[in-house]
């Protein structure tokens, strides 16, 4: 009787530390302060690693360097931009890139108020604004204004982004 009711007690025991709905391959949710300094140090690395890099820190925490001004109107948050852009990993790695990229820069909503588009990520629409048409900006953008936790295609969760931007032109 005492082997059963061990055998059971094993079974139930092994049984009630599975999770439905586990996934192995899920990103563990990082503390969002942490995520942060980690980021951080990673931006610091890189720029210690590539001194020609003079870049400045924003209150948000993006890093940014302004390698053209340009001229011109300064975007908005209501702006629609054209830009020609590329993307990168902090190892190098080029995750997207556009020739000629249009999409207004901040959210969009219905005539009932309901968001219908989330517009660009907050590191762009904090970034972009420091250059107008004709200007390119350097942005390198901490896992918080980028995707954060979520994964997108060839871009792991909690990645910092690279993107160069060339600002082509606004409207709105």
């Given at each position: 009787m005492k082997?059963?009711?061990?055998?059971?007690?094993?079974?139930?025991?092994?049984?009630?530390?599975?999770?439905?709905?586990?996934?192995?391959?899920?990103?563990?949710?990082?503390?969002?302060?942490?995520?942060?300094?980690?980021d951080d140090d990673k931006i610091q690395?890189?720029?210690k690693a590539n001194p020609s890099i003079t870049a400045t820190k924003d209150a948000s925490g993006l890093y940014y360097q302004i390698i053209t001004l340009g001229s011109g109107t300064v975007p908005t948050v209501n702006s629609t931009v054209r830009v020609a852009y590329r993307g990168t990993l902090l190892d190098g790695t080029?995750?997207?890139?556009?020739?000629?990229f249009s999409h207004k820069l901040g959210t969009t909503t219905d005539n009932t108020g309901k968001v219908v588009d989330q517009g660009l990520i907050k590191g762009w629409q904090i970034g972009i604004p420091f250059v107008k048409p004709d200007g390119r900006i350097l942005l390198i953008i901490p896992s918080a204004?980028?995707?954060?936790?979520?994964?997108?295609?060839?871009?792991?969760?909690?990645?910092?982004?690279?993107?160069?931007?060339?600002?082509?032109?606004?409207q709105g």
């Open positions: 082997k059963i009711f061990l055998l059971l007690a094993l079974f139930t025991l092994a049984f009630s530390a599975c999770k439905k709905g586990d996934n192995s391959t899920t990103t563990p949710v990082v503390d969002p302060a942490v995520q942060a300094k980690i690395a890189y720029l080029q995750f997207d890139t556009s020739a000629n204004l980028g995707y954060g936790n979520n994964p997108q295609s060839g871009i792991p969760a909690n990645s910092v982004l690279i993107f160069t931007i060339d600002l082509f032109a606004v």
